[in-house]
Each structure stands twice: as C-alpha cells, then as structure tokens.
C-alpha cells in the first residue's frame, strides 16, 4: 500500500485579497508561514518516506517546513502539480472577474470542465498533467508514505478522478490551507481516508 498525503499549501497575500493566483508565483504570508508549522507538526508522527511539492513558492515552502520535522529530508518539486493556470484571471478577484468575464465565470461556476480561460488551461489540461506526477510518484514509490503539497484545485481534481466524480462537481471538494487529505493507494486504485483535515489550525 502506498500512502499519499496530500497537503494544500499555507495562506498567501492573494489568498487573504481573494485574487486568483494560478501559475503567478505568490509566496506564503505570515499567516501562511504560522499554518506551514502547524501543519508541520500535525504530521510529524507520520513515517514519511519522501516529499513532494509543487515547484511554486507557496507549496515548496510549506514543504520545506513540513520537512523540517522529518529530518530535514529534501523536498523534490515537480512542475506537474501547480495549480491551474488562470492566464487573463491572475491577480484579479472574483469581483473584477465578474465584471470583466461574466459569461466566463458562468461556465466556470457551472460547467468548469466546459471553461476555457484566455491564456490559461483547461480543467482537463491540469488534470492531465496531475494525473502524470500522480503516476510518477505511485510507480516510484511503491509501499511508502509520500507527502504531496500542492494546490486547491490541483489537489480537489485529483480527489474527485479516484472518487469518480466529474471534475463539474469541483466546487464541492473544499480544500483550505494547509488541509490534510489522505488516500492509500492498493494497486494504483485509490481510497480516500481522510478529507480537508484542517483541525492543527485551530489548536493554539
């Protein structure tokens, strides 16, 4: 059995103003940092064998921290797990996307997979690229316990492939910073044993 516990990474500045970051590389607030640790220290027991991230600041630094409680083991970044790419949304709010895209931002409300943001990806693009470090990590790490940090929408449309869920149902799969979400994986066919675990947060 492999075990993947994947972890959204910590709160950034965007992620406190509400703008749509994707690809734009963002990297923690304090807030954020203070999450990294507590998170850190939630999974501390855990056996992990090796750690992986997006190559994105916010992710490799809520790894790094994640790390320090496992010896300081080296955290390997893959670009195949950033978030998706929002292209002409970056650095705006849903606000200013409403007023700019509203016909847009119906699809993506609606029918996301159907949405094709302008200079940005596709739901099936970011999945398919997920989906290949997913395959990655499960092909050369077999029986051990891998931490994954990554992104919200990264990480809810990996969840919702194992579960079967159309990726239309995305924005029922809630992924806060820095939550926990674990899957054992037997024979590459996943089970999902914890969701959105975000209770470190609020033990002082």
């Known amino acids: 059995m492999t075990k993947i516990i994947f972890v959204r990474h910590g709160q950034t500045l965007w992620n406190d103003l509400g703008k749509y970051q994707g690809h734009t590389d963002i ?23 090796v750690i992986y991230a997006s190559d994105l600041k916010r992710a490799k630094h809520t790894a790094e921290i994640i790390a320090i409680e496992h010896n300081n083991i080296p ?8 978030e998706i790419n929002f ?21 993506w409300l609606t029918e996301p997979e159907k949405l094709i943001i302008p200079q940005g990806e596709t739901f099936q693009e970011m999945l398919t690229r997920a989906w290949s470090g997913l ?14 940090v990554a992104h919200g929408v990264t990480i809810g449309a990996i969840i919702c492939t194992i579960l079967g869920i159309k990726l239309n149902n995305l924005w ?16 590459n066919k996943g089970i999902l044993t914890l969701f959105n675990d975000t209770y470190h947060l609020h033990i002082s």
Do not use: C
């Open 87 to 107: 292209g002409e949304w970056e650095g705006k709010t849903y606000q200013e996307i409403s007023k700019l895209y509203p016909d847009l931002l119906q699809i």
């Open 75 to 82: 955290v390997i970044t893959m670009s195949q797990f950033r």
């Open 27 to 49: 990297p923690l607030s304090k807030l954020g940092i203070e999450q990294a640790y507590k998170v850190a220290k939630r999974l501390k027991n855990e056996q992990v064998n």
């Open 172 to 187: 029922r799969i809630k992924q806060g910073n820095t939550g926990i979400s674990i899957v054992e994986f037997y024979n």
């Open 135 to 148: 395959n990655y990590i499960l092909a050369n790490h077999k029986d051990e316990t891998v931490i994954l």
